[in-house]
């Protein structure tokens, strides 16, 4: 298990700098709070959609590097896309969280520097909170709501 | 005597393993300890010379099972300082903690009664009984700790001052803070206040690396876990007066703990068979019975002194790391040598990782206390636990592990 | 393939053993089997390579544990062609029908539900099913046998007709009189009387000797035992569909099964997780594995023809003896490979010490099925039952020890 | 484990022949039914008391060799004696059973052997099955009851 496989130079760039963090966002129109017990990461996603599409996405949170740096790369892929679109992507992470080749390695930027993090079960639902954050956001704003809570492992 | 570190390891080969080119350098043995060659050898000899089922079998294989499954027992009794009749065989000690839970706690407790519980348990020691108390509408209340991670016994005197706990359980040695709690000062505040309380005591922590007197410490059950004290996975014990045991209804049912079934009803066997429904972990108590003799071997004040002084040198490494916080007593006389730290502002995920990539296995997460972790207000700590295989030569790596994290991670 | 003992002989060194001068004929699996090397060494490189606690863990060693303990998991579901996701690993099989009896005969039946049970159950499969019915004021009823040792089943359906069956508990195979109870049907009977009734089946004489489809049998759970297939003491699992195992309220808590804690309360972990509390079974785990793999390399096909035709050779022996009764079935396509019989005059003890000194291990008893001990009107019986390892060559020394006990008790 | 060392001759004279067997017994003082559920052993004893001492002593049961024999020698050694003296007889046999030498190994006549049992933890319960009753019966009687029932395993 070397560090490098899990801790791509992308990965560590992303940690030190994410992307897209921010505690509020204007004109919002969902807000879901995720929460994984087990590791004590919290995630707050905030989106905002214009046109079916997402106009913004931002996320705040706590929890390991890899938690942190896979919400952060997620902002960035998710930004502008159709809801369908986004969701579709989510599915794509998570197949390939799974050991999957993803299907859209373009389209998950830099989110593909995840890829090794397959190899490190116990890691890969911190990959995932970001993502299936996002996931619930559009879910919830198909639902016509505007927030939701999850606690959950994966 | 003290502990002949070299000679325990001879008998880990585990130890001789490489983890990409790191010596294995095993600091977790609070979630379980290296298991040496002769308790692997006991429980090999029961497999291949005396296989069989125990109880009632007139061939000599049986008998052999037999006395091998009942010797562990008067072992373990021994080793604990208690009544062999008292000593029920769980397969770990959280089973032991749900016995009473069910078997004492929801058979015989009710609304008037009130459980004392403590901020620092363990999960095994909390749920059970936090259920058994909604389940039955009794009300739990929780001694906290001081800043240094010790039982605020002027707080407890406070929740026993009506007198109205009848039940407490608390933990001997804490998991996460180290602590080692004062159970004979606990259990007299508890009883002093209400003399028919019974006192529960999670030892899982504590067996495997303090003497331990079962009768000096005044209380009435105690759990332990055999994985943690040498001993193989599969096998735990509810140590408790026969007078209790007495008292309690059944738990599991089945098998062997019968006296006579019939199509609607049942007759319960003595104790402590009556607790022991169905085949029992046969190889394991071979195995945990060897254990013991292990450590008796040792001496536990040799294991504990061996500990209290490598102790001693780990919180001392750990000052000389910028930026780590130990959690828990730093007087090595309060405290046992699992030692829980944070690193500044980096997660405990991640500080695991770098260690583990470099040969050195610690425990990092909320070590199943998540009340403790919100007491300390932190998601999770690390946490490194030596035991008699470890000598100052582990703690080197350590240090320079969590140097390499803050240095990584550094943002 | 016939299953080639000589060659699963050569991995059981136990057989090498003399008793007093005896070879020693091994003819009690049913209260529990051998232990090949294969399964041995799985748990040994546990023990050396892999130790430490399974879960969490962010070094190799707590992966490969988690590997070892979740591929169990896996193994142990392809061999019973069940759903991984539904299997819950528990010390035996005694537990596992105890956790269905709590988690879900307590926590959900009441005064209108009725429990079908049998004549012919084990104490594992009976006394945690009529205590959970007597807890919550449930009836229980009892499907009979026939002369032969077969249940009843135009009295089963009387039992069911009015349609107030809502939970059944049945064995798949009787440990005393070998039966090999039909259970799709049985379970399309109790099935057909009320669609929304649970039934559960007791598999821990079946799994080790016949093929067994979780799903072609067509039930909502199955028992089964390391211990008694080959595998290690202090393993065993409920094999449960997900949603049965959904609907279930949790049975032991502590660790791991958990998903958050507070100091009041809890939430519970997905399933299995949720009914697997505290540090498992984790070498037991793989020694399983290690059992499951040997009986697929054998396949489950030809353990059962084997089976069949020392069975069918053992009843030929036995009706040369003269004073015999066999119990049970005599029909081998109707029965496993436990044979209870008894020698007329002789009380089992002593038939069971004369076979015991001659080096031949056979059980005596009520075999934890007293109420079936009434049914056949007898205090005990003798047992001699086979496995993988036994052979034509061990039916001498049986009928042998036999006639040397009339001849030593005849009055 | 020889059969020799556990059934000696005396042990099976007496299981082929039992002494003082018998369904009924006038003018009986006290009757016994022990139990052992385990082995399915079952015992009637029955006692005739005069002047404090055992006037007659018969046994009923079912059970296997060793508990029918124990019993028929222990109805020998017991009839005649005081009531406090066959207790203490009783106490003697029960610590022979748990391998202490006895300390009236005369006065336990053919009782004695059965010391070979001792060394066969299963076999115990059956050979003190007899008698335990007869303890019990002497103590019901003491007690001024005369019938008492009682399932055991030791
Ligand atoms: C039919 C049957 N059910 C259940 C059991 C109980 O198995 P265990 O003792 O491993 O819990 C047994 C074994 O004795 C059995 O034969
Ligand atoms: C203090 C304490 N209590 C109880 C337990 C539970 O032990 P087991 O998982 O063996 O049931 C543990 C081990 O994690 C512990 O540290």
Same mark, same amino acid.
């Given at each position: 298990?070397?560090?490098?496989?899990?801790?791509?130079?992308?990965?560590?760039?992303?940690? !030190?700098?994410?992307?897209?963090?921010? +505690?509020?966002?204007?004109?919002?129109?969902?807000?879901?709070?995720?929460?994984? +017990?087990?590791?004590?990461?919290?995630?707050?996603?905030?989106?905002?959609?214009?046109?079916?599409?997402?106009?913004?996405?931002?996320?705040?949170?706590?929890?390991?590097?890899?938690?942190?740096?896979?919400?952060?790369?997620?902002?960035?892929?998710?930004?502008? !896309?159709?809801?369908?679109?986004?969701?579709?992507?989510?599915?794509?992470?998570? !197949?390939?969280?799974?050991?999957?080749? +993803?299907?859209? +390695?373009?389209?998950?930027?830099?989110?593909?520097?995840?890829?090794?993090?397959?190899?490190?079960?116990?890691?890969?639902?911190?990959?995932?909170?970001?993502?299936?954050?996002?996931?619930?956001?559009?879910?919830?704003?198909?639902?016509?709501?505007?927030?939701?809570?999850?606690?959950?492992?994966? | 005597?003290?502990?002949?570190?070299?000679?325990?390891?001879?008998?880990?080969?585990?130890?001789?393993? %490489?983890?990409?080119?790191?010596? /294995?350098?095993?600091?977790?043995?609070?979630?379980?300890?290296?298991?040496?060659?002769?308790? *692997?050898?006991?429980?090999?000899?029961?497999?291949?010379?005396?296989?069989?089922?125990?109880?009632?079998?007139?061939?000599?294989?049986?008998?052999?099972?037999?006395?091998?499954?009942?010797?562990?027992?008067?072992?373990?009794?021994?080793?604990?300082? &208690?009544?062999?009749?008292?000593?029920?065989?769980?397969?770990?000690?959280?089973?032991?903690?749900?016995?009473?839970?069910?078997?004492?706690?929801?058979?015989?407790?009710?609304?008037?009664?009130?459980?004392?519980? $403590?901020?620092? %348990?363990?999960?095994?020691?909390?749920?059970?009984?936090?259920?058994? &108390?909604?389940?039955?509408?009794?009300?739990?209340?929780?001694?906290?700790? $001081?800043?240094?991670?010790?039982?605020?016994?002027?707080?407890?005197?406070?929740?026993?001052?009506?007198?109205?706990?009848?039940?407490?359980?608390?933990?001997?040695?804490?998991?996460?803070?180290? $602590?080692?709690?004062?159970?004979?000062?606990?259990?007299?505040?508890?009883?002093?206040?209400?003399?028919?309380?019974?006192?529960?005591?999670?030892?899982?922590?504590?067996?495997?690396?303090?003497?331990?007197?079962?009768?000096?410490?005044?209380?009435?059950?105690?759990?332990?876990?055999?994985?943690?004290?040498?001993?193989?996975?599969?096998?735990?014990?509810?140590?408790?007066?026969?007078? *209790?045991?007495?008292?309690? %209804?059944?738990?599991?049912?089945?098998?062997?703990?019968?006296?006579?079934?019939? /199509?609607?009803? &049942?007759?319960?066997?003595?104790?402590?068979?009556?607790?022991?429904?169905? $085949?029992?972990?046969?190889?394991?108590?071979?195995? /945990?019975?060897?254990?013991?003799?292990?450590?008796?071997?040792?001496?536990?004040?040799?294991?504990?002194?061996?500990?209290? %002084?490598?102790?001693?040198?780990?919180?001392?490494? *750990?000052?000389?790391?910028?930026?780590?916080?130990?959690?828990?007593?730093?007087?090595?006389?309060?405290?046992?040598?699992?030692?829980?730290?944070?690193?500044?502002?980096?997660?405990?995920?991640?500080?695991?990782?770098?260690?583990?990539?470099?040969?050195?296995?610690?425990?990092?997460?909320?070590?199943?206390?998540?009340?403790?972790?919100?007491?300390?207000?932190?998601?999770?700590?690390?946490?490194?636990?030596?035991?008699?295989?470890?000598?100052?030569?582990? *703690?080197?790596? /350590?240090?320079?592990?969590?140097?390499?994290?803050?240095?990584?991670?550094?943002?």
């Amino acid at each position: 298990m070397s560090m490098e496989d899990l801790y791509q130079e992308i990965i560590l760039d992303h940690y !030190r700098k994410p992307k897209n963090r921010a +505690p509020e966002l204007a004109d919002e129109a969902v807000h879901v709070h995720h929460s994984n +017990p087990l590791c004590g990461d919290e995630m707050d996603l905030r989106i905002r959609v214009v046109d079916d599409r997402l106009d913004a996405v931002v996320f705040d949170g706590e929890g390991c590097s890899i938690s942190q740096a896979s919400a952060s790369a997620m902002t960035q892929a998710a930004v502008g !896309r159709e809801l369908k679109d986004a969701l579709d992507l989510a599915e794509d992470f998570r !197949r390939m969280m799974h050991g999957d080749d +993803p299907a859209r +390695p373009d389209d998950l930027g830099d989110g593909i520097a995840f890829t090794g993090v397959a190899k490190f079960p116990v890691r890969v639902k911190c990959a995932l909170l970001g993502w299936m954050a996002l996931r619930d956001a559009i879910q919830t704003f198909e639902r016509g709501a505007s927030a939701h809570t999850v606690t959950h492992e994966e | 005597m003290a502990i002949d570190v070299a000679a325990v390891r001879r008998s880990l080969p585990i130890l001789d393993r %490489e983890l990409d080119g790191h010596r /294995l350098v095993y600091l977790d043995s609070a979630a379980s300890s290296l298991t040496p060659e002769p308790v *692997l050898d006991a429980m090999d000899r029961y497999y291949r010379w005396s296989r069989s089922n125990v109880n009632r079998g007139v061939y000599p294989l049986a008998e052999e099972a037999t006395d091998l499954y009942e010797g562990a027992r008067t072992v373990l009794a021994g080793f604990l300082d &208690a009544d062999p009749t008292g000593v029920v065989f769980t397969k770990n000690a959280t089973e032991a903690c749900n016995l009473l839970a069910y078997g004492y706690v929801r058979a015989h407790l009710g609304p008037d009664d009130v459980l004392l519980s $403590t901020v620092m %348990e363990h999960h095994a020691n909390l749920v059970p009984f936090t259920q058994a &108390a909604a389940a039955v509408g009794a009300e739990v209340r929780h001694v906290p700790i $001081t800043p240094d991670g010790l039982l605020d016994l002027d707080a407890a005197a406070e929740l026993l001052a009506d007198g109205r706990v009848t039940f407490a359980a608390f933990v001997h040695v804490s998991n996460v803070l180290g $602590t080692i709690n004062d159970v004979p000062r606990l259990t007299r505040m508890v009883r002093d206040a209400n003399d028919r309380a019974v006192v529960h005591v999670d030892g899982a922590q504590a067996a495997p690396h303090l003497p331990v007197s079962f009768r000096d410490l005044g209380i009435d059950s105690y759990a332990i876990t055999g994985h943690k004290m040498l001993g193989p996975t599969g096998i735990g014990a509810l140590v408790a007066r026969p007078e *209790l045991l007495e008292r309690m %209804e059944p738990f599991l049912t089945g098998g062997d703990m019968i006296r006579d079934v019939t /199509l609607t009803g &049942a007759t319960w066997n003595d104790v402590p068979h009556k607790f022991e429904a169905g $085949t029992p972990m046969i190889a394991e108590a071979a195995g /945990l019975a060897a254990a013991v003799g292990l450590l008796e071997g040792y001496g536990m004040a040799a294991v504990r002194a061996h500990e209290r %002084e490598l102790t001693a040198q780990l919180l001392d490494a *750990l000052g000389t790391v910028a930026g780590v916080t130990v959690h828990g007593p730093k007087d090595v006389d309060l405290r046992g040598g699992a030692v829980s730290f944070a690193l500044d502002g980096i997660h405990p995920h991640d500080v695991g990782a770098m260690l583990g990539s470099r040969g050195v296995c610690v425990r990092v997460g909320h070590h199943c206390t998540k009340p403790l972790m919100r007491c300390l207000d932190v998601a999770a700590t690390t946490r490194a636990s030596s035991y008699v295989y470890n000598d100052v030569d582990d *703690l080197e790596p /350590l240090v320079d592990g969590l140097e390499a994290a803050a240095a990584f991670f550094a943002r």
